[in-house]
């Protein structure tokens, strides 16, 4: 099992940071992949970025690529998200997720098989 826990989330203005933090517990990491997330009210759960962890590969989606950086700390076992330049369009509930031993890189958040609880991110314009 895995345990995931967010924090770091909160209201900006529009152009601001923001740093997102993901303890993780549980079984060892090694040749895991993890990822971030998120929701917007209506909108289905879309893919932001995902690492690998021991690998250090990385792949994230168009609409953040130059914005955010996903990053981890193995040895405090912490997956990170920074968010530079944010818009309003980044308004979501932001949610970490790890895949199952061994599994690679993946934009689908249904081959995800754990979830932390979400941390709300608001931008204002």
């Known amino acids: 099992q895995v345990q995931l826990v967010e924090s770091g989330g909160g209201l900006v203005q529009a152009g601001d940071f923001l740093s997102l933090s993901c303890a993780v517990s549980?079984?060892?990491?090694?040749?895991?992949?993890m990822g971030w997330f998120r929701q917007a009210p209506t909108k289905e759960r879309e893919f932001v970025a995902a690492i690998r962890w021991i690998a250090g590969f990385t792949d994230s989606a168009d609409s953040v690529k130059g914005r955010f950086t996903i990053s981890r700390d193995n040895a405090k076992r912490i997956l990170y998200l920074q968010m530079n330049s944010l818009k309003p369009k980044d308004t979501a509930v932001y949610y970490c997720?790890?895949?199952?031993?061994?599994?690679?890189?993946?934009?689908?958040?249904?081959?995800?098989?754990?979830w932390g609880q979400g941390t709300q991110v608001n931008v204002s314009s």
């Open positions: 997720a790890a895949r199952g031993m061994g599994k690679g890189l993946s934009r689908d958040p249904r081959e995800y098989d754990y």
């Open positions: 549980g079984r060892a990491l090694s040749s895991s992949t």
